[in-house]
């Protein structure tokens, strides 16, 4: 089995950013972590702890739906490209990611070169419910930077996604839409006609496999990909809820430009730009020019000499884990969308200075042991957050 | 005659923030100073340049608007006050203006305790133009400054600083407006009633004498005084000429935070704005709350530790000046308002590296030493700057 068509059954058997399967496919590669898979095994010599046994009865589970090499022959005659990591195609930001760096990208699109594509991008992202204003502007900002040969790169959504990707496509730039589901599915569904323009200019991107439909974390799960792919990211609107927040997070950890667009004090839709702006270090920016600026030489004025280079913040992003460590990161099993989860992520305060593992074990009413599990799941997902008096639920 | 007498005297006599008078006031005191206006002749000993002889001439020229003392008695009498430096209801933050200090204040209305009503104070300021949006905002803000005790300063002006002296006054708040004429002249002519308002909850203050017009210099020597009376200043909307930006800048370099509030990028108006946010450091606010935080507690996100107190910021404003050093600032002549100054002005490169003041005369058609002098003027009142290459046009 070569590397790639073992990274393509990856995608099928596991949700991205596993750090189970991480850690096997750093030690042992993909085929022989795929093998292991198919016969239930681990390999010989490594140390398996509980959570790692519980994440391989996860993968068999799936063992139903990958498909036959030959099908994947047949996906790529039908136009789904699958990139993988050490292909020259494959974005260079992507590896800041670490562990959580995709098994591979599905792409369906003109455009295949996602290393050339992504090398001068930007994320311009915001609301579904984005008003006329951000509507303008997404598309205004995403047409002029476009037309400097900027690469576009968004959600796919409706609201200010839309419009992003319309905006480039006004003025025949590049886009790319990176999905929460199969490359093949038009998602939302009155995107379809704007997911194939956008595949005819530029590409539709996805950690998924054809045919998987979207989920409520895997938007979530999507973000990184978005943020860690673009030179920087641009909120155009977003309530203090939106999960265009979630992608500027990601954007701020990897050390990426974060940039917010203004706008009336008064529209809750711009609440989210401003707390960019005022608490998260986001440049302001009120048109392409400086986006641009941002991107190229820090920020204006001057008074930030510090490059736009990738690169992560130290410490941000979990170091590479290997079959050694299992055993020491026990705690961090993830089961993605499961009702236990579910269940420990409403156990949790919103605000103040958080609850000991104890508590959020009687308010859930589960095992210790398993919110303790749920806890490491949810901080990876990043919807809770470790404090100095324990845990608290963190805005998606 | 009283220091009191002669500083109503000067208020007569000359414009506001004239270097040549403060120096003779800090060597010999206000009541000499008159004396030797009225006589004509420099104190014995006192260095005097040309430029201080020319200075001397102008304030002749005034000697016969100079009310007797028994007219400043009956000015009293009829509610206007006059509060001098060194009297305890002095505002302390006018001793950052330096030589620029007003060299007094004529006041109208209920409250004549200006140290005490400016102690926590917010100066709320912006375009004439306003739109509803900008309208709205700054009344809103305006009020819920007041309503927790804070002092709102504005310039008594069409737009954004009437929505603040309103919005103050519809929750019974304390209000002051810094006129550029003289406190009983109602300025502009639809603000009568708010003016009047506005005395009878707060001040109206002046450093010109009842009965002086307003001038267009007048109302940008205003500026320094309601920026260095205020805690610190809060731009709603401003084009990117507007006065406002003017204010701002006085603050901005008193050290005094500085705050705006964005808007649609779309708007003209709020351009301005966004330029204080982008390029000279100031806090962006969406409501009261974040503001009196500003003024309170340095900026948000606690990233800047610095403290809201007065003082300017080193340099930034001249150290006091004697006549000893007479001398050595013949350049610093002043006459506003005259041909020649905007002449010089329009002489002036908005953009660029500037140009020498030799050049500046070319196109001015001056002599190069009268040049110089306006050129002085003009950055005294913050219309020019130096460059490297020379001068340049200031926004002003």
């Known amino acids: 089995m070569s590397d790639k068509v073992a990274r393509a059954a990856l995608t099928y058997l596991a949700e991205p950013g596993d ?10 590669g993909a085929p022989r972590t795929v093998a292991a898979i198919r016969d239930g095994r681990f390999p010989a010599g490594a140390h398996v702890p509980d959570a790692a046994t519980r994440a391989m009865k996860r993968w068999r589970l799936r063992l139903a739906e990958l498909p036959p090499a030959d099908d994947l022959a047949a996906l790529a005659a039908r136009g789904y490209q699958l990139i993988c990591p050490g292909d020259p195609r494959w974005p260079a930001g992507l590896a800041d990611l670490g562990d959580a760096q995709p098994y591979a990208l599905w ?19 915001g609301s579904r419910a984005a008003t006329a204003y951000g509507s303008y502007v997404a598309a205004e900002i995403a047409a002029s930077v476009a037309a400097r040969g900027w690469t576009v790169i968004s959600g796919g ?7 992003a990707h319309r905006g480039t496509l006004s003025v025949s730039g590049v886009t790319v839409a990176v999905m929460a589901c199969g490359v093949d599915r038009p998602y939302p569904a009155g995107h379809r006609d704007l997911l194939d323009a956008v595949a005819t200019r530029g590409a539709v991107i996805s950690e998924w496999p054809p045919g998987r439909p979207v989920a409520r974390l895997r938007f979530l799960v999507r973000n990184r990909v978005i943020a860690a792919l673009a030179s920087g990211t641009l909120v ?3 309530g203090q809820r939106s999960g265009a927040l979630n992608t500027a997070r990601h954007a701020s950890d990897l050390g990426r430009p974060l940039m917010a667009v203004p706008g009336p004090v008064t529209s809750d839709l711009s609440a989210g730009c401003h707390s960019l702006i005022r608490q998260w270090g986001g440049t302001l ?3 392409a020019d400086e986006v641009i600026e ?3 030489a820090g920020s204006p004025g001057g008074r930030d000499a510090e490059a736009p280079g990738r690169g992560p913040v130290p410490g941000a992003i979990p170091a590479a884990t290997s079959p050694r460590n299992l055993r020491g990161r026990a705690d961090l099993a993830r089961d993605a969308l499961d009702l236990e989860a579910a269940t420990v992520l409403d156990a949790l305060p919103a605000k103040g200075a958080g609850l000991p593992t104890a ?3 009687v308010r859930a009413g589960l095992e210790p042991k398993v919110v303790l599990a749920k806890l490491a799941l949810l901080r990876v997902y990043d919807l809770a957050e470790r404090t100095d008096g324990g845990w608290r639920a963190r805005r998606g």
């Open 236 to 238: 155009v609107e977003a």
């Open 107 to 125: 792409a369906r699109g003109a455009v295949t070169d996602l290393a050339a594509v992504t090398r001068r991008s930007v994320a311009i992202v």
């Open 359 to 361: 508590q959020v074990a």
């Open 157 to 163: 959504a409706y609201g200010i996604d839309g419009c």
């Open 294 to 296: 941002r991107l190229s």
């Open 19 to 28: 750090p189970w399967l991480a850690a096997l496919v750093g030690e042992y």
């Open 285 to 287: 920016v009120t048109n």
